[in-house]
Every structure is written in C-alpha cells, then in structure tokens.
C-alpha cells in the first residue's frame, strides 16, 4: 500500500462538468486535501461535456460512464448464481424486507453480468410478467416492459462500471452515483463512504411527481426504485455523512446505522469572505447569488424585486450568476423583467467575483425551490451581508427558525415582507449581522470541515 492515501469519488450529473453547489464542494474538497490523491468516476447523461473546472493537480484519474449509452451488440445470457440473487433480491423487495444487493454483486463472475441479457433466461422473464400481473394488471405489458427496461437500463450501467482502483470510494450521493460505489466496494473489497448534501430520492420524487410525462405505475415504480436505491446504500455504506442532523434522521429511518452516521457541516473560507471591505452604496441593494437555473426559482426573486420597488423605488436588485446553464430559462427571466418594466432597476451580472458584491449590498436572498446548506448565506454573513431564505433544507436551522428571514418557496409576498424588514430596520440588522458573523466564524469554516474529511480517510483506509 502506498504511503499516499488515494480516494475514488463518484458523482453523478456534477463534477467536474457542472459548476456550483456540490461541483463547487468536491472541486474545494480535492484542492484542500492536496497530500491525498484523487480518482474521478462521473457518470454522465452523454458524452464529450467540456470541463467546467480544471482539475487540480492531485487528481491523478478521471474516468466518465455514460449512463444513456445503449451496450454494443446482443448481451450475454448471464450465469445461473446471478439470476438466482436476482430473484432471490427481488423476493425481498415484494416481502418488505431489506434487498441484498452485495450478494446479487459478488455473484457475478465478470463486471457486466447484469444487463438485459437477463431476459434471456426463463425465470427472470417470468418474474417480470408476474411484477407486471401483480402491481399494473390494467396496463399493456408492453408498456410496463419498456418502462422497466428503460428504469434498469442506467442501473446495470453503474452496476458495471470499471472503478479506478483506491483505498476509500467516496459517493457523493445515493442514485446511480450510489450504485456504481457499491458496485467498487464490491469488486475492489474497499470501504465505501457515502456522502449526502441533499437527499437524493426526496429529489427524485419531487422531480417525478411535478413531471406531467410520467404518470401512474411508472411514477411509482421510479419512486420506488429511488427509495430502494438510498435504502441499498445506506444499509451497506461503511460510514455516511450528512450536512444537518434532520437529513441523518432521515437517513437512519431508511436503514443507515447509527454508528456509521456522522453529521459534518459544510464550511466556507472565513478569512477570505470576512475580509471584506464593506463599502455601502448610496439606495437599497438586493442581491441573489446562484446560477440562474429553475431550481434557484430566480422568477420569484423577480417578483419580489417588482413588490419591493414599490416601496422602495431607488432599490436596485441582483442576480449574480452564471446565465449560460439553462439558457431557455435565463431568457424567460429576462422577459420577466422586461414584462414587469423593471429592467431600470434589476441586473443580471453573469459570472462575477461575488466577494465586490458582498462589500454594498444590503441583503442577500436565495429564493431556491431546493437547497441542502447553502453556502452564500455563509458568505454573506462574514461578510456582513444579511440573508432571507426560502424554507429549504437546512436555511431555517441556520437563521435560526426566524420568521422574519424566511418565507415558504414560491411566495414573493412574504419573502418581500422580509426585505422590507431589513430596510425599515437598520439598527436591529447590526446587531443580527454581528452574530451571524461570529457564528460563521465558529461553526462553519471551510478548514475545520477539510480537516475532518482527512481524518476520516484515514480511519477508513484499509477498511472492507
């Protein structure tokens, strides 16, 4: 074993081809650690992304899966241990009793087992008919089939993916991403450590239940698929991270162990955000800080700018991000605002550095429909920078479960409300601004939170 300790980290539809959020945590988490080597297994929606971050320099392998990339020619029939764990997995699956995915794994006797080959034995074909017969007697089985088919097609393409070899394989969140890590634990007999930001099927979910294309039983058998996908990983991560302990919670209640189950807060570079020269402009400033992509529902922060600047004539807003990752969406914002007639008063910046807007303006506002922990409200706090923050994730744990901040998702009114707050009490916000900053400092530097990282590699290299 070599003296450097290198990690496998697996991601899916992220690093390094997405920016933000958790790309943004991984690419800090990799440059921070540089005395660890990384490897790179992301699996993508298609091939040939552009890089979006240049990986540092201790990043010694990158490998991509694409997960929608049908398999060259016709499938090999697979070998009668692997049907048996199959249906053996699924027996469990109908009985409610937890699936033991590492079993059907170290039955294999080559990577690629799992496939549609399957279908080609008697028995796995029956067990589909009869899953049809049993939950959907009402619908074409032709139509469950290709659902099921479709469903399962990205699964064995994680399942079969090749893992770079490592000490530690590191995913950084459940779905295939989760897959494709216990597909390594098996095959490489490493530890695995799973780590949540959001919670990867709760995502799922609300993603399917608002997508009008899928209804009835193929709604609930992705849901379903999800679900057990999470329980698999939670059951058989060695150790498993949250950002917050009500996602812990919610971790154990699908099968985590509680000894297995840490929480480690995200973290921000104090020194840097804190040193801020503010420097206050003469109006009211209002800023959004996040790519300008639905799920940061910039629409709304329109909105409110249009409800405050009633008031507030001379208040200028922000949104303060990349333009160019939905573009479609980025466009429809600028309608908005044309629509509204507050082009006058609203800026889309595109890509800044955040820390010159940090230094004048006088609130920040994250209008997200999701959120894990966010870190721009760190940021603005050691800043100096106030926050008012939909009702998502860990925020109201952070502000503190004040009202005066928060609003639920998608209510201009209330999050308007909130502004107003801020402007019409200027001698209250410097006392809350100050025990912002000094809880910032305490509870969320980006050091403390590396350092942990570290420490736990090591008490895991080795591990099985």
């Given amino acids: 074993m ?166 530690i394989y590191h995913a950084i969140s459940t779905g295939f991403a989760g897959l494709a890590a216990l597909n390594a634990k098996a095959a490489k007999g490493k530890p695995l450590l799973l780590t949540e930001h959001g919670l990867y099927h709760k995502e799922r979910e609300m993603e399917i239940r608002k997508a009008d294309f899928v209804k009835g039983y193929q709604r609930d058998m992705w849901i379903n698929i999800y679900n057990s996908i999470s329980a698999m990983c939670y059951r058989n991560a060695d150790m498993i991270t949250a950002l917050f302990e009500e996602n812990r919670q919610k971790q154990l209640e699908l099968g985590a162990k509680p000894e297995r189950c840490l929480v480690i807060q995200n973290g921000i570079d104090v020194e840097r955000y804190s040193s801020v020269a503010r420097s206050p402009r003469p109006g009211f400033h209002v800023g959004l800080v996040g790519r300008i992509v639905p799920i940061k529902d910039v629409k709304t922060f329109i909105s409110v700018a249009k409800i405050v600047l009633e008031r507030i004539p001379d208040a200028t807003f922000y949104a303060i991000g990349p333009t160019d990752e939905d573009p479609d969406y980025h466009e429809e914002c600028v309608a908005l605002v044309d629509n509204l007639r507050i082009a006058d008063r609203f800026v889309f910046t595109g890509r800044q550095d955040v820390l010159e807007y940090y230094a004048f303006l006088d609130v920040m506002m994250l209008t997200s429909v999701r959120e894990a922990q966010p870190l721009v409200i760190l940021e603005g706090w050691a800043a100096g920078v106030p926050s008012i923050c939909t009702k998502v994730g860990n925020a109201p744990e952070m502000l503190d479960y004040d009202e005066r901040f928060l609003a639920p998702s998608k209510d201009p009114g209330k999050l308007a409300e909130a502004v107003l707050f801020v402007h019409d009490h200027p001698e209250e916000m410097i006392g809350i601004n100050e025990r912002n900053k000094r809880k910032t400092m305490t509870l969320y530097n980006k050091k403390d939170m590396k350092d942990r990282y570290r420490d736990l590699y090591r008490s895991m290299r080795g591990g099985g």
């Fill in 2 to 167: 070599s003296e450097r300790l290198r990690v496998c980290m697996i991601l899916e539809g992220s690093y390094p081809y997405i920016t933000g959020g958790v790309g943004a945590w991984v690419h800090d988490i990799i440059g921070g650690l540089p005395d660890v080597d990384f490897c790179i297994l992301s699996l993508s929606p298609k091939a040939d992304q552009p890089l979006r971050y240049a990986l540092p320099p201790n990043v010694v392998e990158h490998r991509d899966v694409v997960l929608s990339a049908p398999r060259a020619g016709r499938e090999r029939r697979p070998g009668k241990r692997v049907v048996k764990a199959v249906l053996e997995l699924h027996a469990m699956m109908f009985q409610d009793r937890a699936p033991d995915i590492m079993g059907l794994l170290a039955a294999r006797t080559r990577p690629r087992e799992l496939g549609n080959g399957l279908l080609e034995d008697g028995r796995a074909w029956s067990m589909l008919s009869g899953m049809n017969m049993r939950r959907n007697p009402a619908y074409a089985f032709s139509d469950y089939f290709w659902a099921w088919q479709s469903a399962h097609r990205m699964m064995f393409e994680a399942l079969g993916s090749d893992p770079p070899e490592a000490d």
